[in-house]
């Protein structure tokens, strides 16, 4: 519910934008919110064929929660996790695209992201009933399954295979990401100009400007405060992917420490480095621009602010900003320039 609110709210700050469209054109501005993907999407467009636009793009949303889904059995990803250690299965070419931009940043981030720490997430239970910190020996288990060096894809037939029996995929840390490019796909088609995809807070595409012909702004959640309280700042973007992960999203504390649902695939342990939370910009004339901002945030998450910050400084138009637990804001200078309002409790590091 809290979840729900703060969603809403998020919405306010980028939505004083749209009203400015929707009263020049108000016919065509269109407006939907549906509980998809574990979480309340939010998608808004102004134009002469907002609410085609809108309509297909909420179908799409539904197709693609039931294929990146872990617990749905007409889903891609159930099916490869049930075949583990057996049978290559056929999917869907989105899942193996997912797959496949998965693995590539496996690979660049040294196993920081990885979708096979599945059977950690299940063993943790982070954000279900049934969380709970597992044993060492319960850990040490399960990091034996995890290893994106064992999904094998036979890109020809579209199939995958998880190479040893218990291993799983996770799709959680992609699938809005590959959701909001496929939406803004959508909206292209149809010439939608003026548009805010938002899935969640998590994974936002803005395009165009809004009344006043500025960029949009979106409000950056505040690790340590609801949004009712305040904001960590605001950034503005224009035809540009945003996304943020945190440790505030699902997480439960034990003895005062907080776990999290970002996990180390190393250690098998949330990532525990002293992010709070970060957040990525990229510009939406990258290809799959959301997908690898959704990547990029859970794997500057998992590498903590400096290796962070270097990993994202060697990719060109990629701008990141990290705050950590001693309440420190760490920016790409590019996200310097873009971020107003940073709130108190926070200083700039340099
Ligand atoms: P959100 O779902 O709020 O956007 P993220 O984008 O940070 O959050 O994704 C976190 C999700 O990614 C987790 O809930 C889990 O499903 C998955 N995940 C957790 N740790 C990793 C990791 N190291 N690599 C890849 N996926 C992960
Ligand atoms: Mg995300």
Known sequence: MK???????????????????????????????????????DLRASGTKATQAVKEAMKRLEEIDVMA???NEKGDVWKINQGAGRDYVKVNPDTIKMIQMAVKYSKMSNGAFD????????LWGIGTDKARVPSD????????LVGY?????????????????????????????????????????????????????????????????SPWS??????????????????????EALSTSGDYERFFI???????????????????NGVMSDTIVIKGNVADANMQADILTTTVFVLGADKGMKFIE?????????????????????????????????????
Not at 254 to 272: E, F, S, V
């Open 149 to 213: 060096d064992k999904i094998s894809i036979k890109e020809a037939d579209n199939s995958v295979k998880l190479e040893k029996e218990g291993m799983a995929i996770d799709l959680g840390g992609i699938a809005k990401g590959f959701a909001a490019d496929e939406v803004m796909k959508i909206f292209k088609k149809y010439n939608i100009e003026n548009a805010l995809i938002d899935l969640g807070g998590s994974s936002i595409y803005a395009s165009g400007k809004n009344k006043t012909q």
């Open 3 to 41: 979840k729900i609110i703060s969603l809403a709210l998020t919405a306010l700050v980028a939505a004083s934008v749209f009203t400015g469209c929707a009263k020049k054109n108000n016919e065509f501005y269109e407006e939907k919110n549906l509980n998809l993907m574990d979480t309340v999407v």
């Open 137 to 144: 020996q319960e850990i040490k288990e399960k990091l034996s």
């Open 69 to 71: 889904s872990p617990n």
């Open 115 to 122: 979708i096979t720490v599945s059977p950690l997430i299940n």
């Open 254 to 272: 034990k003895d005062n420490k907080r776990y999290h649902h970002i996990l180390n695939p190393a250690t098998g342990y949330p990532a525990d």
């Open 314 to 350: 060697s990719l060109p138009g990629i701008e990141c900003a990290v705050t950590t637990t001693d309440n420190k804001l760490y920016s790409s200078s590019g996200f310097k320039k873009r971020l107003t309002d940073l709130h108190k409790d926070f200083t700039e590091v340099q």
């Open 218 to 239: 979106i409000g950056i959640q505040h690790p340590r405060l609801d949004r009712s309280e305040g904001l960590l700042g605001i950034v503005k973007i224009s035809d």
